[in-house]
């Protein structure tokens, strides 16, 4: 599959790198046009010429990640479904948030207002449940044709799976409940083993 | 139960619901203290008397919400918890999103980024999970307790639900799938059905 970062130029791949990097290092809060210029070593223009503003660097950055992620998982996905859907949960829900998923995290809390009223933002948002949904469907679909997974509904349940993740995503980084986190994981991992394993 | 909104003062009784209206007649983006000083037809300085900015008064109006979303939840609480649990799930998450939940909604998904790094938002997003929690929980328990549910973990059932209603309502109000509302909902209902019921 041809995805979307396959068709970024150099200087635009390297700007995503380097607005990684800036967000790793200096946390969203921080984050700046000068600070990305910096881990780019490059002049602030470099950036103006390819992204409007922060926000549109970031929608683009937050398309680079799903990219990115999207291509983890199809590279690290076998032929054991069941495996394959705790590894999809397990990367998007780690037991232990890393600094840097934490810093991606922090991304999509934060311009989430924006895509309140604003269609370019709810766009990326969109395509990024879209593609999400996706891998996990596909996921289910192989399971059920493999006959490891029972005959479900593979729509209903990505989207099932999907809704925890996500409420958890966002509690996890918004709330004081560390504890919720693991709960929803056993509940999640415990719904699959009670709904889909034969 | 003494809820907290019991223990407001009459004028910010009255600020809360002027809030409530200003935000239903205009909209989270033109929200100030200007236009809830107009709705509660009284000077600024009222407000400003009670609330340091519009963010504190915004803190509070979410618990005042959290307050009537309990009193209402508990008045309508009867002895069939399964009809309970659905009557919670559906004002959580209507089939149709009036203009009133709209914005009540986006108040949350508009703070969600302060309780990023703000301990005073941190704690309001916490408490409404854990009263909303406990709701869901209490009516899992009494299920159980009147041999209607299976005796199931009421607490991973709890965080189960919690998490689906609030990757939904996030999604809901950031994306352009109007379907997967419809389809998260299903699959609650269907997951309640085979892991609940006796």
Redesign the interface.
């Known amino acids: 599959m041809t995805t979307d970062s396959d068709v970024l130029g150099a200087t635009e791949k390297e700007i995503m790198h380097a607005t990684h990097r800036a967000l790793v290092n200096s946390g969203?809060?921080e984050l700046s046009i000068s600070l990305i210029a910096d881990e780019l070593d490059k002049a602030r223009s470099t950036i103006y010429h390819h992204y409007e503003s922060k926000d549109d660097l970031l929608i683009r950055f937050l398309r680079f990640t799903v990219d990115r992620f999207e291509a983890t998982i199809n590279t690290s996905i076998g032929d054991h479904p069941r495996e394959d859907l705790n590894h999809i949960i397990t990367t998007l829900l780690p037991c232990q948030l890393t600094e840097e998923k934490r810093q991606l995290h922090?991304v999509l809390?934060?311009l989430?207002?924006q895509?309140?009223?604003q269609e370019v933002?709810?766009?990326q948002?969109?395509e990024i449940?879209?593609r999400l949904?996706a891998i996990i469907e596909k996921t289910v679909r192989r399971g059920i044709e493999a006959d490891v997974f029972r005959d479900v509904d593979p729509?209903?349940?990505a989207?099932?799976i999907?809704?925890?993740?996500?409420?958890?995503?966002?509690?996890r980084?918004?709330?004081?409940?560390e504890a919720?986190t693991g709960?929803?994981k056993?509940?999640?991992f415990?719904?699959i083993d009670?709904?889909l394993i034969s």
């Open positions: 969203y809060a922090s809390v934060t989430s207002p895509a309140l009223d933002f709810r766009e948002f969109t449940d879209i949904t729509t209903h349940v989207e099932h999907l809704a925890m993740i996500k409420g958890t995503m966002y509690s980084l918004t709330t004081n409940r919720a709960t929803v056993t509940a999640l415990s719904y009670s709904h």
